[in-house]
């Protein structure tokens, strides 16, 4: 934690322990009260899980942690269903937690949407078959009113060149589903093709994304999504040193944090972007 965003000390160790699981791609997001949430993906080390027996713990498993002060957390709670599906994020809308994820059923790839009250005892709302030729990427949910939007990646099969794999990136998708089932999605191109892609609300109700951008070559660049257009429109292009980027508002600004490849040690550096608020 921090007060100013300069000098930062550690305040708690997130962890599992029965069964011991590495934890991945953790995420905040606040409550309907005003707590703290941390969700994330956790995964047994390779080796230490024994599927032939039935009360065997899933491999891979989504969960989240709450707390008061961001200082004492509160066990690990599942997200029911969710496991061996990546959950990328949490939002919120009331009183309901909202995780989207993506996985496979079948031999065909598909994405599950799941909700929580208070964040607790998340089940299934809805599944969506992609078939095999598409598969989805990073998956970030947002509401307007009681609209859901998700704006996903997605890539083709795999190709083979020499040693080295190269994913082709397909142009982006923007779904979007109306409460309070959320069960009836319609999916439409945006203008760009993207590698991943995270998006935040400012208080202009503006909708500024942060996404991989592949066209004419990778980038990762700050955009403003329009709902109405399904445009990106990028404003400014990020450092190709930095990667794994997340982002927040505060006073006036976006605070980006992010690794730099070529660190000696693993460091995690953060930036302030001014914004020009309307």
């Given at each position: 934690s921090s007060v100013d965003g300069d000098k930062w000390e550690s305040v708690a160790l997130i962890n599992v322990l029965k069964p011991k699981r590495r934890l991945y791609k953790p995420t905040f997001s606040v409550t309907s009260n005003g707590l703290l949430m941390i969700a994330a993906h956790g995964a047994i080390p390779w080796g230490n899980a024994d599927a032939s027996q039935p009360d065997s713990p899933p491999g891979q498993l989504a969960m989240c942690w709450i707390s008061k002060d961001g200082h004492t957390w509160s066990e690990p709670t599942p997200i029911t269903g969710a496991t061996g599906y990546a959950v990328n994020h949490v939002v919120w809308n009331r009183e309901?937690?909202?995780?989207?994820?993506?996985?496979?059923?079948?031999?065909?790839?598909?994405?599950?949407?799941?909700?929580?009250?208070?964040?607790?005892?998340?089940?299934?709302?809805?599944?969506?078959?992609?078939?095999?030729?598409?598969?989805?990427?990073?998956?970030?949910?947002?509401?307007?009113?009681?609209?859901?939007?998700?704006?996903?990646?997605?890539?083709?099969?795999?190709?083979?060149?020499?040693?080295?794999?190269?994913?082709?990136?397909?142009?982006?998708?923007?779904?979007t589903a109306k409460g309070p089932r959320f069960d009836e999605w319609e999916w439409k191109q945006i203008n760009e093709s993207i590698a991943h892609a995270k998006l935040l609300r400012l208080p202009d109700q503006r909708i500024i994304a942060i996404a991989g951008l592949t066209d004419p070559e990778y980038r990762t660049s700050l955009c403003e999504l329009n709902l109405a257009t399904r445009k990106l429109s990028e404003f400014l292009t990020l450092p190709k040193e930095w990667h794994n980027v997340s982002l927040a508002h505060h006073d006036g600004q976006l605070w980006l944090s992010y690794h730099e490849s070529h660190s000696v040690k693993d460091t995690v550096h953060l930036a302030k972007v001014k914004l020009d608020l309307k």
């Open positions: 309901t937690a909202f995780a989207v994820a993506r996985g496979e059923s079948c031999g065909n790839y598909a994405i599950n949407l799941y909700s929580g009250r208070e964040g607790k005892d998340f089940t299934r709302l809805f599944g969506c078959n992609l078939g095999n030729e598409s598969q989805p990427g990073t998956l970030a949910l947002i509401f307007d009113g009681d609209q859901m939007h998700c704006l996903m990646s997605r890539y083709n099969s795999g190709e083979i060149s020499g040693t080295q794999t190269r994913f082709p990136w397909s142009t982006g998708l923007l779904g």
